[in-house]
Every structure is written in structure tokens, then in C-alpha cells.
């Protein structure tokens, strides 16, 4: 079966707390892709997805993070943009905002 991971320049990885019943899965794409989303729910937690509306400008996402809603779902992105940031992914300006958590979305 064919995996995210066959696409070039795709990374993605996955950790479980089995304490905590929790877990999270970041999908990299340090050279930054087009993206789109859209957020369901009754009260989704959520961090930047606003620029993966279709109306938003074309802009490049670099990774997404999956988590659960929980404020340490929500805080588990700083690492992600850390990690980006460390490696010297660029990032676009969006109107007068830095960064716009370097294109990542949870």
C-alpha cells in the first residue's frame, strides 16, 4: 500500500504517550507545498489553520501537526516550528504578521 512517506521530500513522524492516552503526528515538507484545509467540529482546538482557507493567498506550508485539541496538543507546534526554524526554513511574511507559525498547522 502506498505510503505518505513514498512522496519525495515528505517526512513524517509520530509519537504516543500511552500514559497519557495522547499522541501526535507531524508531516514535514521543509522545502514548503501548497496547501488547503478545513476545520470541523463544534469547538476545534486549532493553531494558524486560517491560512489554509482557499480566499487566503497562495502561501507555502512547510509542515502540519496532528494533535489533540488539549492546550498541550496546541503548545506540542512550538517544537515543530523550533525544529523549522533550527534548520533554517524560510518563512514568508503574511500582510504585517511574522511567520504565521511558519506556515504550520495543528
Same mark, same amino acid.
Given at each position: 500500500m502506498p505510503s505518505l512517506t513514498d512522496?519525495?521530500?515528505i517526512r513524517?513522524?509520530?509519537?504516543?504517550?500511552l500514559v497519557g492516552?495522547?499522541?501526535?503526528?507531524a508531516i514535514l515538507c521543509e522545502a514548503g507545498v501548497t496547501?488547503?484545509?478545513e476545520v470541523r467540529g463544534g469547538a476545534p482546538g486549532t493553531h494558524e489553520t486560517d491560512v489554509l482557507h482557499t480566499g487566503n493567498?497562495?502561501?507555502?506550508?512547510?509542515g502540519v501537526l496532528l494533535t489533540g485539541g488539549s492546550v498541550f496538543g496546541l503548545d506540542a507546534v512550538t517544537g515543530v516550528m523550533r525544529y523549522l526554524e533550527e534548520r533554517g526554513v524560510p518563512f514568508e511574511?503574511? +500582510? +504585517?504578521?511574522?511567520s504565521i507559525a511558519r506556515r504550520l498547522a495543528s
Open positions: 512522496v519525495a521530500g513524517v513522524g509520530h509519537a504516543t504517550d492516552l495522547t499522541g501526535c503526528t496547501a488547503s484545509g493567498p497562495n502561501l507555502l506550508v512547510h511574511r503574511f +500582510d +504585517d504578521f511574522h
